[in-house]
């Protein structure tokens, strides 16, 4: 074993570490020394949206000492940053393995630092948690979560004032101070039980008012009330407050998908609890078939993501994409509101790089700012903290079935979304139209927009290398040309400038500093390159679109755009 693993090992075996700790790391170095190796060769990182990783012993490991030594450091710079006042911060936590454990111990050694800890007691989707961020006027806040990844992760998600997950210069701040503690000696882990207040019912209920507040057409529900909804929270967080809210926007025919209504840190129907997957959305399809449901809709473990299923024309169940979700929910709130009367002049709407462009032409047709982030809530949360004196901020998402909606949170929210998707259904319903006749609607009227999504997982040791022995390549040499359509433009948000690759001409690209490359065809298409900032893997996100002439011709259309998006894949060697 390398050499300075092994101190690290034997660092563990020395130190001030819980005999069941030690215990599993002296089974590890005998019957597995590979995985023990895995688990100490780094230390895991503390990136700027926090800690996610496997559970287990070790220093590349989320466990007790890992959360610990985190929360050390942000107590560290949030007594810092708020010198002189009381420092208070809001703590919640998913259905996952050990979540309430790590709540738990992130909740006492914020309060042995002498800061005022607002945990929840029981498990709490995410946007609740940013709600209560501001709701509480706390400077901080987490959540113990790994959001959609398999049940052997879990993570630490931490938050700012704003109730949005850390921007600059905060991000890189805590983590220096993180990277500070060097010993888990440096911790406080006891001493301040006192400074921790239980939260539940109350916080609830005020959520729950806000996300009533969202409703354009509560009048429609009360004709529509009786529309089909089959819910899934896939063993999550949802289940806390999705039919509740449901009821409260009047929705009364609400059905729940028995086996995957428990909380379950194990998601034991599904290999991934993630609403993206067909497979972890089939128990949901099944239901929604059995009783003829007009929508679906899946929540994920925290409740921060959602996605929907809609029967098409032929009536069979179809599962829209991020995309799809986000095109049919920015529409419906800047078209309800318009006809409602309640639009305003300087409303403004926020996307991502990556997610579709169509929402662009939507807004510009709309006569409405759409203003454009890097990837992550964190970002929309940052704009809308810029623009809130000047601009009012309608609703924001990305393709990764992320919506925001309102302004009072600061992070995707699943709760609310499933609501505002459930009135859209409602208010197509009640004009005789379905949500997938309404996508063809769009479709026809602003260009038939389709996208795809290739992850490439490089696991072990040298996985990042790879990743970012990939990214030098495309960045040093890009393609002259992609499925035979030239690269016009090369953006590349790390450098900060945009290049046309055909005149020379270069620009500044005016958004943070972020390991991305877009690549912009002569036919329109666009091909964004993304290393994942918490897992080993690295992203391509391909968007293709065309005229969409009539009705009859939408499968041809369709076709030709999927066997275009299938050239760019192979000529890109993606699979």
């Known amino acids: 074993m390398d050499a300075v693993i092994l101190a690290k090992v034997n660092n563990w075996l020395a130190g001030n570490y819980d005999e069941e700790t030690k215990g599993e790391i002296l089974r590890l170095q005998k019957e597995n020394p590979d995985e023990l190796k895995d688990c100490f060769y780094r230390n895991l990182e503390f990136g700027t949206g926090g800690l996610r990783g496997i559970m287990g012993v070790g220093t590349n490991r989320i466990n007790k000492y890992t959360i610990g030594m985190a929360t050390q450091g942000y107590s560290n710079y949030l007594l810092k940053s708020f010198r002189g006042q009381q420092v208070k911060v809001a703590i919640a936590h998913d259905s996952r393995n050990n979540s309430r454990f790590f709540a738990e111990t992130a909740a006492k050694v914020f309060a042995a630092n002498g800061i005022r800890v607002f945990l929840f007691q029981s498990l709490r989707p995410t946007p609740e948690l940013s709600f209560t961020i501001r709701y509480l006027g706390c400077q901080g806040g987490v959540v113990c979560t790994a959001s959609h990844n398999p049940k052997e992760y879990n993570g630490y998600k931490a938050y700012w004032s704003d109730g949005g997950q850390l921007v600059p210069p905060h991000d890189n701040r805590v983590i220096e101070e993180v990277e500070k503690i060097g010993s888990v000696n440096e911790v406080k882990w006891t001493g301040g039980e006192s400074h921790i207040t239980m939260v539940g019912k109350e916080m609830d209920e005020a959520y729950i008012s806000m996300v009533k507040n969202l409703s354009v057409n509560p009048e429609i529900i009360e004709r529509q009330h009786n529309l089909c909804i089959v819910y899934t929270p896939i063993h999550g967080t949802g289940i806390k407050l999705v039919p509740e809210v449901l009821q409260r926007f009047g929705f009364s025919n609400v059905h729940v998908v028995d086996e995957q209504a428990m909380p379950d840190g194990n998601f034991p129907t599904v290999a991934y609890p993630n609403p993206e997957e067909k497979e972890t959305m089939s128990l949901g399809l099944k239901k929604a078939r059995e009783i003829d449901a007009d929508i679906l809709l899946g929540t994920d473990p925290d409740a921060d993501r959602v996605g929907i299923g809609v029967k098409n024309d032929q009536g069979e169940w179809v599962l829209m994409n991020g995309n799809q979700t986000a095109v049919l929910a920015f529409n419906y709130m800047i078209e309800a509101r318009k006809e409602k009367g309640i639009s305003q002049p300087n409303d403004m709407v926020v996307k991502t790089i990556v997610t579709t462009d169509m929402i662009d032409e939507i807004a510009r047709q709309s006569h409405i700012r759409c203003y454009n982030v890097l990837t992550g809530f964190k970002w929309i949360a940052e704009l809308i903290r810029e623009k809130e004196k000047t601009e009012n901020y309608v609703i924001g998402g990305e393709e990764s079935y992320g919506l925001m909606i309102g302004d009072k949170l600061r992070d995707k929210d699943a709760v609310s979304a499933v609501a505002i998707l459930c009135e859209m259904a409602a208010y197509e319903k009640n004009k005789g139209k379905s949500l997938y006749n309404k996508l063809t609607d769009l479709y026809l009227q602003f260009g038939f927009y389709k996208e795809d999504l290739i992850s490439i997982t490089k696991k072990?040791?040298?996985?990042?290398?790879?990743?970012?022995?990939?990214?030098?390549?495309?960045?040093h040499e890009p393609p002259v040309a992609i499925n035979g359509s030239p690269v016009v433009h090369l953006?590349?948000?790390?450098?900060?400038?945009?290049?046309?690759?055909?005149?020379g001409e270069s620009w500044k690209i005016e958004l943070p500093v972020?390991?991305?490359?877009?690549?912009?065809?002569?036919?329109?298409?666009?091909?964004?390159?993304?290393?994942?900032?918490?897992?080993?893997?690295?992203?391509?996100?391909?968007?293709?679109?065309?005229?969409?002439?009539?009705?009859?011709?939408?499968?041809a259309t369709d076709l030709l755009l999927q066997q275009r998006i299938n050239a760019i894949i192979k000529d890109m060697k993606l699979k």
Do not use: C, W
């Open 491 to 503: 953006l590349d948000y790390q450098t900060r400038e945009g290049r046309n690759l055909k005149t």
């Open 460 to 475: 072990g040791m040298d996985g990042q290398k790879q990743i970012a022995d990939m990214m030098a390549s495309y960045r």
């Open 514 to 555: 972020s390991n991305v490359l877009q690549f912009i065809l002569e036919d329109g298409s666009k091909i964004s390159a993304r290393p994942s900032g918490t897992e080993p893997k690295i992203k391509f996100y391909i968007s293709v679109h065309k005229t969409l002439g009539s009705r009859a011709a939408f499968d």
